[in-house]
T-cell receptor, first 116, second 113 residues
Framework: KAGVTQTPRYLIKTRGQQVTLSCSPI?????VSWYQQTPGQGLQFLFE???????NKGNFPGRFSGRQFSNSRSEMNVSTLELGDSALYLC???????????????FGPGTRLTVT | GEDVEQSLFLSVREGDSSVINCTYT??????LYWYKQEPGAGLQLLTY?????DMKQDQRLTVLLNKKDKHLSLRIADTQTGDSAIYFC?????????????FGTGTKLQVIP
């Protein structure tokens, strides 16, 4: 089956602008989660969506928001960009494998955001 | 808040076993995970364990959980050069009505041929 896709792969924005990142999960997965990875702060959990509802979230300011559509695709938005928002943004698609009841999670390649 | 700690670096010889350790602080952690990140290959969920389990084995991987000491370990048997990567431990726990996942800083595993 097709993997998790993220668009765009690379993005350069200016401070104060806003940005929207997109994530398409694996077919059949209804949960999408977002993460930020930076050299200084490491991997940090942003939020998690399931069936169009935000179910869990990390400790990020309100400038970071997201949504999930009925086809499980998700978008993440960052408003009023700051230099510190430069990072690799990863999304993951997850679900429970039918038959084995085993949890599976797959990550996309990430969107590299540079804020200048 | 939750804190997850790992040592930064581990070096082992090919064929030996590797043991990567992790400690966490939140006793409400329900799921604990191990991830692998290779340059250019993205992040991969290796395995996970529920907090009510002590051990989980999956092929060459063995996860041990000591809930009393809040200590998690990942043992890789017969370590290969392809196992060279950064390994992240993560814990899912309650945080203000939500669940939050906290990652460790990652342990860089170097496998010497």
């Amino acid at each position: 089956k097709a993997g998790v896709t993220q668009t765009p792969r690379y993005l350069i924005k200016t401070r104060g602008q806003q940005v929207t990142l997109s994530c398409s999960p694996i077919s059949g997965h209804r949960s999408v989660s977002w993460y930020q990875q930076t050299p200084g702060q490491g991997l940090q959990f942003l939020f998690e969506y399931f069936s169009e509802t935000q179910r869990n979230k990390g400790n990020f300011p309100g400038r970071f928001s997201g949504r999930q559509f009925s086809n499980s695709r998700s978008e993440m938005n960052v408003s009023t960009l700051e230099l510190g928002d430069s990072a690799l943004y990863l999304c993951a698609s997850s679900g429970w494998e039918t038959g084995t009841a085993s949890y599976e999670q797959y990550f996309g390649p990430g969107t590299r955001l540079t804020v200048t | 808040g939750e804190d997850v700690e790992q040592s930064l670096f581990l070096s082992v010889r090919e064929g030996d076993s590797s043991v990567i350790n992790c400690t966490y602080t939140d006793s409400s952690s329900t799921y604990l995970y191990w991830y692998k990140q290779e340059p250019g290959a993205g992040l991969q969920l290796l395995t996970y364990i529920f907090s009510n389990m002590d051990m989980k084995q999956d092929q060459r991987l063995t996860v041990l959980l000591n809930k009393k000491d809040k200590h998690l370990s990942l043992r890789i048997a017969d370590t290969q050069t392809g196992d060279s990567a950064i390994y992240f431990c993560a814990a899912r726990g309650d945080s203000g009505g939500y669940q939050k996942v906290t990652f460790g800083t990652g342990t860089k595993l170097q496998v010497i041929p």
